[in-house]
């Protein structure tokens, strides 16, 4: 189960939508960057929900999880709060605040677990050179998660180490199409008692809004795309 709550860690990066621009600077790195988000975004909520038995679910049907980030006018983020409500493991939240603007970044992490367990965790993201950082659990030192970023900061590869041993690796590679997201590919490799496995994870947008940031999108687990699994809706509130 603890495993379980692990990848609804790492199903963030899967949900998030890079988009594609022109080259910044060093002086202009917002996260907001790393998500593609296109216009003045001040919100953005993220429902995702389960495709049963073939049956695309309406927006208005009770989703497995909620993601909401808000946004400082400058692209910081100031809050991020997952919340996972699965059928046969419970009900799980994260909330996360943020602290600094740029790349002076922190945050306090506060969870609430499925079993009752409560935990409370600050991390601060430490940069390793112009595009890639590693956030550092302040509890535990032996903790890492290394982000990699292009030369448009759009995030393209990250990775969960414990010591020196790689946990899971994941890399993200986004289809393009008039300047719009068409597709994110996912490739995930766990690596688990030595034993590493490869899984995917696609997103293809099906609808966006005005601002070209995309509202409804289709995901599978299969290369192939041959069985949706998820969809996720996703709501933007602009200053």
């Not at 189960?1 to 860690?9: D, G, Q, R, S, W």
């Given at each position: 189960?603890?495993?379980?709550?692990?990848l609804l860690l790492l199903l963030p990066l899967f949900l998030s939508c890079n988009g594609?621009?022109?080259?910044t600077t060093e002086t202009t790195y917002t996260q907001k960057l790393e998500y593609g988000?296109?216009?003045?975004?001040?919100?953005?909520?993220?429902?995702?929900?389960?495709?049963?038995?073939?049956?695309?679910?309406?927006?208005?049907?009770?989703?497995?999880?909620?993601?909401?980030?808000?946004?400082?006018?400058?692209?910081?983020?100031?809050?991020?709060?997952?919340?996972?409500?699965?059928?046969?493991?419970?009900?799980?939240?994260?909330?996360?605040?943020?602290?600094?603007?740029?790349?002076?970044?922190?945050?306090?992490?506060?969870?609430?677990?499925?079993?009752?367990?409560?935990?409370?965790?600050?991390?601060?993201?430490?940069?390793?050179?112009?595009?890639?950082?590693?956030?550092?659990?302040?509890?535990?030192?032996?903790?890492?998660?290394?982000?990699?970023?292009?030369?448009?900061?759009?995030?393209?590869?990250?990775?969960?180490?414990?010591?020196?041993?790689?946990?899971?690796?994941?890399?993200?590679?986004?289809?393009?199409?008039?300047?719009?997201?068409?597709?994110?590919?996912?490739?995930?490799?766990?690596?688990?008692?030595?034993?590493?496995?490869?899984?995917?994870?696609?997103?293809?947008?099906?609808?966006?809004?005005?601002?070209?940031?995309?509202?409804?999108?289709?995901?599978?687990?299969?290369?192939?795309?041959?069985?949706?699994?998820?969809?996720?809706?996703?709501?933007?509130?602009?200053?």
């Amino acid at each position: 189960m603890k495993k379980t709550v692990f990848l609804l860690l790492l199903l963030p990066l899967f949900l998030s939508c890079n988009g594609q621009g022109n080259k910044t600077t060093e002086t202009t790195y917002t996260q907001k960057l790393e998500y593609g988000l296109k216009g003045p975004v001040k919100e953005v909520i993220t429902y995702i929900h389960s495709v049963e038995d073939g049956k695309i679910p309406a927006n208005t049907a009770k989703p497995i999880g909620k993601i909401t980030m808000t946004f400082d006018n400058m692209g910081n983020v100031i809050t991020l709060n997952k919340v996972w409500d699965i059928k046969g493991i419970g009900k799980s939240e994260f909330l996360s605040v943020f602290s600094g603007t740029g790349k002076a970044l922190s945050y306090k992490e506060t969870a609430h677990l499925y079993d009752g367990e409560h935990t409370e965790n600050s991390y601060k993201y430490i940069w390793l050179d112009d595009y890639s950082y590693n956030i550092r659990s302040e509890k535990d030192s032996s903790y890492a998660n290394i982000i990699t970023l292009d030369k448009n900061y759009r995030m393209v590869k990250s990775i969960f180490k414990r010591g020196d041993i790689i946990e899971s690796e994941e890399e993200i590679e986004t289809v393009y199409k008039n300047d719009k997201i068409q597709e994110i590919i996912n490739k995930e490799i766990e690596n688990t008692d030595g034993k590493k496995s490869v899984s995917y994870r696609i997103q293809v947008v099906q609808k966006y809004d005005s601002q070209g940031n995309p509202t409804v999108l289709y995901g599978y687990d299969d290369k192939n795309k041959q069985k949706v699994k998820h969809v996720l809706n996703k709501e933007y509130t602009y200053y």
